[in-house]
């Protein structure tokens, strides 16, 4: 179960939170000047947990500070499509199968098919010419390919 931010986690954070926000205006993207993800998402403590510091995703941090808690089972989406964002204008509740349809919508998740299939086992051409031997009238039981 992934972690929750608390009102509590995010207000403790809050004053390191609007260090690191780079707040632009009219609109713009307010872009996290600290630490990041390997995909790009901003990251800050939000308290200790078991003795460790607890890292959270600074977007999730932003919407909790200005919105409120996330529900359980929702995520925080981005408008923008900019992973370092923290404008609280930016961001919206869903699901993760809503994340996985605006990525599709907005051109950012391909769509794997043939060889290119994580799962692929054979490429185009290899398909095609089982297709070809299958079709003929009178396929060889022992055809190498």
């Not at 950012?108 to 398909?127: C, F, K, N, T």
């Amino acid at each position: 179960m992934p972690f929750t931010i608390t009102s509590e986690a995010a207000s403790a954070a809050s004053s390191r939170f609007w260090a690191k926000a780079q707040i632009s205006a009219g609109g713009e993207c307010w872009l996290w000047q600290a630490a990041t993800n390997r995909d790009g998402y901003g990251v800050i403590g939000t308290g200790k947990y078991n003795g460790k510091e607890r890292m959270s995703l600074a977007h999730r941090v932003s919407y909790v500070l200005h919105h409120g808690e996330i529900p359980e089972g929702l995520i925080v989406r981005h408008t923008c499509d900019t992973p370092a964002c923290v404008n609280p204008a930016h961001l919206l509740l869903g699901t993760a199968a809503d994340n996985v349809a605006d990525k599709i919508r907005r051109g950012r998740q391909p769509i794997l098919v043939g060889e290119r299939a994580p799962g692929a086992r054979l490429s185009e051409d290899q398909a095609r010419r089982i297709i070809e031997i299958l079709c003929q009238p009178n396929p060889p039981s022992n055809t190498r390919i």
